[in-house]
DNA sequence: AATGAATGAGAATTCATTCAT
DNA sequence: GATGAATGAATTCTCATTCAT
């Protein structure tokens, strides 16, 4: 269950698709400078619009040196997907340290996930064009987040905080369905008069999301080890 | 609220954007003829990958023809979303006719969903990947859809069949995301030896969801009518 | 030994690349006029340095439209390779129409191609570079001349009129490597101070050829059928 | 007509094309590895296919190196066929040496130029593919080679071994253009099952170029020193 | 002397759309 | 109504050459 995340998360040597060579120094900024226009011209245009002259552009970059560093736009398109997985997982375990109880972990948990939404609007549109443009990677991708809400999933029940008869693989793909469309519908889609996005979800449609959540998770009452 | 639905529904007479007038039978026939040809190619090679040649090819009829039926290849991509829209609400409903209780309508709509789903794995992609093509014609989709389970809750709540304290349109939004990263995940992910997805979801997995579904919905114990 | 020539000379229905369909009288001028364009540009600039939009725009025709009749600059190269062998095997064989004897047809077949060599510069240039573009190709070509040089020494050899010992397919290739350097050295190097190319070989030069070849063919006196 | 030639031939001391300075021995020593490198680079991929950093790359030199030795890709491309305009002549030459005859002589001066290119059957590409490169040099290359052709041809007229009414210079180009031709048809074109061409040329092709040869060079009888 | 990251002009190719027939 | 030849803007990718280190 661990290996196909590894394929995140390894850091690999980098090399240079031209040349087959490590990167420098040079290099490797360089290569940053790259994902970093890839990920905002993504985000605003879209994988067809972007153009690999847009994105070297964007980098402040000869066009030409795109291919020292990526095969294709696809290939660039992959690494931001793999980038961001890394970051927003990044962002939501942070977010969930220290929290002291599940429904604590639970909102900390999406309120990272929103909260690295709204500041990358890139994550979301990035990772759910990739279901058009490289399948495998969103598998990668999803897979990966999945897997931390399920192992959160298993050890709550464990400790009797989580209905045991849920299934948590099933659950933590319903619980990653729901964040997202509730990301989509009153995050991105809601915009001020100049049509710019909100820095956060609105509070209460937050605690609707809880409640709603927690009404699925909690052990039913007198249930407790008494399962099926 | 109903206005935007409206335009998914509402029948129009159908014209010919080259003439500005009406269409004759043979007209409308082969404008049936594209359509249909459109959600095959569509589907099978995705909206940047399909082209009109190999639509009108598809169809049996000249290039040029295309463009007296419609503006562009996003026109009628928009119109294949409506079509299928209509389609879907229609086999979710079908689905929830006669059913006796909040629990067996919700079961039967996801049932429904998913067995629409099954049926036309490709147009599940037509779907989400209107997304990036016409996104205004997606959020129509999705509101149409999601009105109705609203329309639901709000009964079901009434009834004392649903949590009043759930924010309906919230838990709307997150039962259509969990149906469809559950949808992607059980269903167009399982393929058997030769590629083919599986005539319907695992039954399991249905009644798993069904469970964690039945928790986030029902009343708590002991407050019934008291909330709010 | 007719086979592979037939390649050369079979007018297939010509069909569009593109579309797969036959063309139309319409498509057939536009091929035609890509191929006369074609022939000048290959002729000035060599194949690398030709490009698609040099063609069209000779040609008088959108760059787009170069592809309904081609697959690719190497496919048009090619086509003009056949096109110009045919050529030059017709003006070939109509120079040694009605020739009375052996050696007057020698000398027509030359003169012929000669000919063929000054007022299409491109024949020359064009054929030798195949040997880079598209070996097969060549091949064909030299061997379908050849094949005709080589049928005519055999009859001469029955008809007494050369020498009976020499191998006519050597001989042939012998007689086709001739033509080849003498007309680059002494036609095609042969610029006038503007750097024109004469219209027709020195006949001081073409005697000297034309002695060096009846030389090489003439029977030996005395050994007309008792060779070796 | 040594002038030209002489090109080919001096020894010119190398300078560094960017600083203009005498190489040193270790200069000299990086340039031959590039000139190694470019001639089988050149020959197995042909000019275009080739590129500074294939041949730096073979060479086991950094790709700016290049440039301290050879002002461009063309430039080494000519540095290579003077070169090998150099080791055919003297392969020629070699091979002719101790002739005691013209027959003897011609026959070993053919055979050297197709044992050379049996042994470099690439480095024929390279020369050929001069004509569509850099055809200044190309003409050096033949010209150079013509003159030897001639100078034994007028010899051997004057010690009435030829044809004395034979033009020298036309009948050189005419067998230096059979040479060519039928060292293309008979080995390099000749494969074996594994596409490697035949160590040499068939004896059987060679005899019957020579009896062409042959035919064409010997003074006619009773004609001996009374032409002209 | 040597290096290799960076560059951008230039090439091939695609396809939505137009329009004369 | 129907057709399909023609179009050209736009895109991806290559590679000879430069230059700062």
Same mark, same amino acid.
């Given at each position: ?22 990167? $420098? *120094? /040079?290099?490797?900024? $360089? ?9 905002? %011209?993504? @985000? ?28 294709? *736009? ?6 931001? %997907?793999?980038?961001?997985? =890394? =970051? %927003? ?5 942070? @977010? ?5 109880? /599940? ?21 979301? =549109?990035? %990772?759910?064009?990739?279901?058009? &443009? ?8 999803? $897979? ?17 905080? &989580? ?41 209460? &449609? ?13 052990? =039913? ?8």
């Amino acid at each position: 269950m661990s290996a196909p995340g590894d394929l995140l998360d390894e850091q690999q040597e980098l090399v240079s698709p031209a040349t087959g060579r490590p990167l $420098t *120094k /040079r290099g490797e900024a $360089t290569r940053r400078r790259l994902l970093e226009a890839a990920e905002a %011209v993504f @985000a605003e245009q879209g994988y067809h619009e972007a153009s690999i002259v847009k994105i070297t552009e964007r980098a402040g970059i000869g066009l030409g040196t795109f291919y020292l560093y990526f095969d294709s *736009k696809q290939t660039i398109f992959e690494a931001l %997907v793999i980038d961001l997985n =890394r =970051r %927003v997982r990044h962002s939501m375990s942070e @977010a969930m340290e220290g929290a002291s109880s /599940r429904l604590e972990a639970e909102r900390a948990g999406f309120a990272g996930f929103f909260r690295f939404t709204a500041e990358h609007p890139a994550l979301y =549109r990035v %990772v759910r064009e990739a279901e058009f &443009v490289s399948p495998e990677t969103l598998r990668l991708h999803y $897979t990966r987040i999945v897997e931390g809400y399920e192992a959160g999933l298993r050890a709550a029940q464990r400790a009797g905080d &989580v209905d045991p008869q849920l299934d948590p693989a099933v659950a933590a793909w319903a619980l990653m369905g729901m964040g997202e469309l509730i990301g989509m519908r009153f995050l991105l889609w809601e915009r001020d008069a100049e049509g710019r996005p909100p820095a956060e979800i609105d509070p209460v &449609v937050f605690d609707a999301m809880a409640r709603f959540i927690d009404n699925a998770l909690a052990p =039913r009452r007198g249930q407790d080890g008494d399962a099926k």
